[in-house]
């Protein structure tokens, strides 16, 4: 985290953004769990999963009961109700 005030904030200043983020992917790196590093770094859990998901790490596959397990095609599914 770069400390350019004396808050423990993270930094604002675009220039220090990919310091920012690489210390935030080194945090992810340690702790495994993005809402952890978003929680200890001090940003938003959203903006930690942009983070992640700018260099490629993605989350878990959705688990099979949340889409598809009964065959439903969401683009189709309004069309096939009772």
Do not use: C, Q
């Not at 350019?4 to 220090?16: G, I, Y």
């Not at 009961?65 to 969401?74: D, F, H, M, Q, T």
């Amino acid at each position: 985290m770069t400390m350019s005030n004396l808050s423990n904030e993270p930094s604002t200043d675009v220039k220090n953004l990919s310091t920012d983020k690489a210390f935030f992917l080194a945090l992810l790196e340690r702790l495994g769990d993005v809402i952890a590093a978003s929680a200890e770094f001090g940003i938003n859990r959203g903006s930690g999963y942009r983070w992640a998901r700018s260099v490629g790490i993605r989350g878990p596959k959705p688990h099979p009961w949340a889409r598809g397990v009964y065959g439903i095609n969401a683009a189709t599914a309004d069309s096939e109700r009772f």
